[in-house]
């Protein structure tokens, strides 16, 4: 018997701590079986998770690179071609460098221009394309004043589609001393820019303003009320009733161009004829 009430006992006692283990867990939330199992969790980090943060964000930098520098900004763009106004590649003008200004300077451009009509900032350099006399394509240049930049690109280039014909279409300044322009009007040169008083007097051309420009001068001579004749080369171009190539006439194209844009043309003179010359008076 006694043994059996020890039994007994313990029995009653067991299931006791048992009653009071379930109580305490179910008023003990956080007692719950899985926070362990969390706890354990957080404290095993991913390989991505042991990785430094600027280790991680490093590596996306070889991606991004490379497709920004392939598209520059407009701003990386060189600063002289800022003020570049182009028709295309071969057509364009733009302000005078220091390329541009060593060529004219003390030739067609004064070396000391404290007291001249313009200045480097007035003038413009034209780059373009000409057909020449045998049909080839050349490059020509021309500096012009900056505000008759555009028509006068716009003209050569409706030239060049016509396969208007030039002997050459190069800077007066490649002909030595550009105060006197007989060896570029010899060469049947087509010219713009020169700073220069009109022959005879001491009124300044308006070549001087880059306002004038001379097209195939030694077929278009200037033919003066004295009847002297500039170039004297061009003397048998004189008779305007003969036909010739790059005559220049009310039926001519250069003609027709130059004047749809206000130019004047000097063979409508009333006295001298410059055959070669068309200028626009914009100061």
């Not at 199992?37 to 991004?64: I, K, N, W, Y």
């Not at 006439?249 to 410059?274: A, M, P």
Request: proline fraction near 6%; hydrophobic fraction near 40%; charged fraction near 25%.
């Amino acid at each position: 018997m006694k043994r059996r009430s020890v039994a007994l006992v313990l029995a009653v006692m067991f299931m006791a701590c048992g009653c009071f283990a379930a109580r305490d867990a179910k008023e003990s939330p956080d007692v719950h079986i899985e926070a362990p199992l969390t706890a354990t969790a957080t404290q095993m980090p991913t390989p991505e998770a042991s990785l430094p943060l600027a280790v991680a964000t490093a590596s996306f930098v070889p991606e991004e690179t490379p497709l920004a520098e392939a598209v520059p900004e407009p701003t990386q763009t060189p600063a002289p071609q800022a003020e570049r106004v182009s028709l295309n590649d071969d057509f364009y003008y733009v302000p005078l460098d220091d390329a541009a200004k060593a060529r004219i300077t003390g030739l067609s451009y004064p070396k000391d221009d404290s007291n001249a009509a313009v200045n480097y900032g007035d003038l413009r350099y034209i780059h373009l394309l000409h057909v020449d006399f045998e049909g080839n394509v050349r490059e020509g240049e021309l500096i012009v004043n900056k505000k008759v930049a555009k028509e006068v690109m716009e003209i050569f280039y409706e030239l060049y589609q016509a396969k208007y014909p030039f002997t050459s279409v190069v800077l007066v300044d490649e002909f030595g001393e550009a105060a006197d322009d007989n060896l570029s009007m010899a060469a049947n040169n087509t010219s713009a820019f020169n700073y220069r008083v009109v022959a005879g007097s001491k009124t300044l051309s308006m070549h001087s303003y880059g306002l004038a420009v001379d097209v195939n001068p030694l077929l278009n001579p200037y033919v003066k009320s004295d009847g002297s004749i500039s170039p004297e080369s061009g003397a048998e171009y004189a008779d305007r009733t003969r036909d010739f190539a790059g005559k220049i006439d009310h039926d001519d194209l250069c003609y027709k161009l130059f004047t749809e844009h206000g130019w004047t043309w000097g063979g409508d003179w009333k006295n001298s004829k410059d055959y070669q010359h068309f200028s626009k008076d914009v100061r």
